[in-house]
């Protein structure tokens, strides 16, 4: 019997293609590595939701205005008070639940937020925009005086349209109210005058 001669141009162009073949897919693999290796550097979106700090530039809001941010998946409110707003705030002690935030200090209310204002600096007010009865986001009620589901002296604040809980401008729910405490305040700090960092509280 003869044997089937073997063609060894067919081998070599083989192994060239299975040597190709390999060298391919190991730099796919390198790379499919090298990219959550990369990505390590900026925080994902589980880090920020878990709660990594977001920094907002406040240059720009005027007083009686606000601004919206989002952290740990809640929305956060900056109100910058006019000098009326943080006027009134002293007047309405006698109508407030927790006038002083202290019911839940250590949760609710920073150290440093633990004044009549609630805040690092009076004019800025930061809180958590969710009442803490049922989670409801309240509404803005700036304008004062009488307004359908508020009394006749309205001095500005937030109302929860779910079951009527009001709360003034530095978050603190009203007397005979069903949301039971005061609004959140979340750790922040100022890195300037104009940039407020939200979620670290460590040079405050």
Not at 180 to 196: A, Q, R
């Amino acid at each position: 019997m003869s044997e089937t001669p073997v063609d060894t141009q067919q081998i070599d162009a083989d192994k060239r293609t299975w040597l190709i073949t390999s060298s391919c897919l190991g730099a796919v693999g390198v790379g499919a590595a090298a990219v959550p290796f990369v990505s390590t550097f900026q925080p994902s979106e589980r880090a920020k939701a878990a709660g990594a700090a977001v920094e907002v530039d406040v240059s720009a809001l005027k007083p009686g205005e606000k601004l919206t941010v989002e952290w740990r998946g809640k929305p956060v409110w900056i109100v910058r008070r006019t000098p009326e707003q943080l006027a009134n705030l002293a007047k309405l002690n006698g109508q407030l639940a927790d006038p002083k935030s202290e019911r839940k200090p250590s949760e609710l209310t920073p150290k440093y937020a633990r004044n009549e204002a609630r805040s690092i600096k009076p004019e800025f007010f930061v809180a958590v925009g969710i009442c803490t009865h049922l989670g409801c986001s309240p509404s803005d009620k700036f304008q004062t005086g009488a307004q359908p589901s508020l009394p006749d002296d309205w001095a500005g604040g937030f109302l929860c349209p779910c079951h009527g809980s009001t709360f003034d401008l530095a978050g603190r729910v009203f007397k005979n109210k069903p949301a039971p405490d005061n609004l959140e305040v979340p750790p922040h700090m100022y890195l300037s005058d104009s940039k407020l960092l939200i979620g670290e509280d460590k040079q405050a």
